[in-house]
């Protein structure tokens, strides 16, 4: 399976704990987002990176949360202190490097994170 | 601000007729639009794009239509199948803006047998 994976699929932390989402991007795929989608809502930007580079931040909240694209290994999503508001499902994305004119960005299957 | 809507939170079509989902956005600067199918617990699947420069681009069942004036899109499905019931989200993004999405809130589409 060549496409985006995410893992783990769901994670349950108690609040206070910290959770760790981890994205591997399609082969040849450079470029990484992360969204989240509350309950009932749709899906909104997080972070945008390439490999050691946070591109565009914009969608982080300001504390507790933060990501990374090292040079070796996943793209990972952290979040540290939990609290119940940050029950969601959490999609990372890719894109390969090369702009073709396209703007397509290749989902994977997402993290259900809960928080007790 | 919800600069990407999608007005209709789900539509009900019968199988064989023309599904139409309905997008209007708010900033002039976008100049990429994607549709995609989600399915519950799966990621978004893209479907089908189309840039500014255009006013519709088809791909099999699936086409979308592009009014700059209005800034409205819509993705016609036709002939809609059981198969295409899901919920379908509008994207849109602005080249000069790092490339992220910005989505609308999803149509929910049901096709009925």
């Known amino acids: 399976n060549a496409g985006v994976m995410q893992n783990p699929r769901h994670l349950v932390r108690r609040r206070g704990q910290e959770a760790r989402l981890r994205c591997s991007p399609m082969k040849g795929h450079s470029h990484v987002y992360w969204y989240r989608q509350l309950p009932e809502e749709g899906l909104k930007f997080m972070v945008y990176?390439?490999?050691?580079?946070?591109?565009?931040e914009s969608g982080m909240p300001k504390e507790r949360f933060s990501a990374e694209f090292p040079k070796e290994g996943p793209s990972i999503l952290r979040i540290q202190q939990v609290v119940r508001g940050d029950s969601a499902a959490y999609f990372c994305?890719?894109?390969?490097?090369?702009?073709?004119?396209?703007?397509?960005?290749?989902f994977g299957p997402g993290t259900r994170l809960t928080v007790t | 601000d919800q600069q990407v809507k999608q007005n209709s939170p789900s539509l009900s079509v019968q199988e064989g007729r023309i599904s139409i989902l309905n997008c209007d956005y708010t900033?002039?600067?976008?100049?990429?639009f994607l549709w995609y199918k989600k399915y519950p617990a799966e990621g978004p699947t893209f479907l089908i794009s189309i840039s500014s420069i255009k006013d519709k681009n088809e791909d099999g069942r699936f086409t979308v239509f592009l009014n700059k004036s209005a800034k409205h899109l819509s993705l016609h499905i036709v002939p809609s199948q059981p198969g295409d019931s899901a919920v379908y989200f509008c994207a849109a993004n602005n080249a000069g803006n790092n490339r992220k999405l910005i989505w609308g809130l999803g149509t929910s589409l049901a096709v009925n047998p």
């Open positions: 994305a890719s894109s390969p490097r090369i702009n073709l004119g396209s703007y397509e960005q290749y």
């Open positions: 900033n002039s600067m976008f100049d990429y």
């Open positions: 990176l390439q490999k050691e580079n946070i591109i565009d």
